[in-house]
């Protein structure tokens, strides 16, 4: 297989102006372990720029990505051990002291398990998709019928954001982590189209950053 033209421009690029600028970054982080700020659990959606957004540098940030950021209940952790295999290193070897979960708008994970949920009959070919977004059941459940079509929508990706936090909480060894004061769990939701960012408060509510 070759490897496409822009790979090999952009790596060009990359190595000649980025590497160049922060290669006593790049030359300390190999002799240190790394010690991360925060892990990020966010969506596979190439939209998503986590770094980009946070200002991220080498060693910052411990990204996992999944379809539609999802936190497994410890009753389907064996859905994606990936995700709580990542939790527990940046937890329980790095010590990180930051989670988190940062969801988005237009996120095509929750749409596809709303018009799936909705309609049982809208389902595709997706063995893993459709059994990995079954964890959206419990969000799906609460949204409010009253809401129109976008806003339900919304609410949905919040929700999930929510009720993954929860998951979190059911697990031993996170659940002390926060009770012991040392890990700080934290909820957001980026809109795209507008950059702004919600952060869930401690009354539930999703609160534009300012």
């Not at 970054?25 to 990020?40: G, L, R, V």
């Not at 952790?77 to 988005?104: C, D, F, R």
């Not at 040392?182 to 809109?191: A, C, H, R, S, T």
Request: aromatic share 12%.
């Amino acid at each position: 297989m070759e490897i496409p033209k822009f790979l090999i421009e952009r790596y060009q690029f990359w190595k000649k102006n980025t590497f160049e600028d922060y290669k006593d970054i790049y030359h300390q982080a190999c002799k240190t372990s790394q010690k991360p700020i925060a892990m990020i659990i966010t969506c596979c959606d190439s939209r998503i720029l986590e770094n980009t957004i946070f200002g991220g540098t080498v060693g910052d940030y411990f990204i996992h990505r999944n379809i539609a950021n999802i936190v497994p209940s410890v009753d389907d952790k064996e859905q994606n051990i990936q995700t709580l295999s990542a939790v527990e290193y940046a937890l329980k070897v790095l010590k990180i002291p930051n989670l988190i979960i940062l969801g988005h708008s237009n996120c095509g994970g929750v749409e596809y398990s709303y018009k799936t949920l909705i309609d049982k009959k809208n389902t595709k070919d997706f063995e893993y998709l459709n059994q990995w977004i079954n964890s959206l059941k419990n969000s799906y459940n609460n949204i409010p019928n009253d809401f129109s079509e976008t806003e339900k929508i919304t609410f949905f990706e919040q929700e999930n954001i929510r009720q993954s936090i929860k998951n979190l909480y059911e697990y031993d060894f996170i659940d002390k982590l926060v009770n012991e004061n040392k890990l700080n769990v934290i909820g957001l939701w980026y809109q795209i189209n507008s950059g702004v960012i919600k952060f869930l408060d401690d009354n539930d509510n999703f609160i534009a950053l300012n």
